[in-house]
């Protein structure tokens, strides 16, 4: 069964089985005011704004690559190819170059990353954005001890992109949808 009919069947029957029962009942309010009652509310609009969230998502057409999963891909694809031509440039890191083991193996992440994003395939994006959320951890310590303004300036332009794409990824993977594991439906 393709991955389309089972996501459109989760789908019709996620629609149906909302549509069939009743309004889920109140929670129930202790009789005097306080944070237990008060919190058991919050619990429940927040169920509820989740639950509208979830079904307001529309499932990717095959074919279709959101635009920041497009973004994300070239991105991947384009430091990893810059990575490995300074490499090949004889660009070096603090006075020395760096071991090819290693230039190759962040070569081949990112350009695996950029190919699965390419894909939209769900590990991917994942990838990309625990990268991403490294790259602004990182940039925001470097940040902390700038030595000069422009130092400065490039961090905080590259924390805004990272974080930027960071952002529009996440809607992304809630469209995508990690398909089920076989025998957990």
Do not use: C
């Not at 694809?77 to 071991?99: D, H, W």
């Not at 602004?136 to 470097?142: D, N, T």
């Amino acid at each position: 069964m393709t991955q389309r009919a089972t996501r459109k069947k989760r789908k019709e029957r996620r629609h149906t089985a909302s549509a069939s029962s009743a309004p889920a009942p109140a929670p129930s309010e202790p009789t005097e005011p306080g944070a237990e009652g008060d919190m058991t509310r919050a619990y429940a609009r927040s169920r509820a704004r989740d639950e509208a969230a979830r079904d307001a998502l529309v499932p990717l057409e095959p074919g279709e690559r959101p635009t920041a999963v497009t973004v994300a891909a070239v991105v991947a694809a384009v430091v990893g190819l810059v990575n490995f031509g300074s490499y090949l440039a004889g660009v070096e890191v603090r006075g020395e170059r760096p071991s090819l083991v290693g230039i190759l193996l962040f070569t081949g992440l990112m350009l695996a990353a950029a190919w699965g994003a390419w894909k939209v395939r769900y590990w991917a994006v994942l990838g990309i954005q625990a990268l991403l959320g490294l790259t602004i951890l990182i940039f925001s310590l470097l940040a902390v001890k700038f030595g000069d303004v422009l130092e400065l300036v490039i961090a905080v332009a590259i924390i805004a992109a990272a974080g930027t794409l960071f952002w529009f990824l996440v809607k992304s993977m809630a469209r995508i949808q990690m398909p089920e594991r076989p025998g957990a439906g």
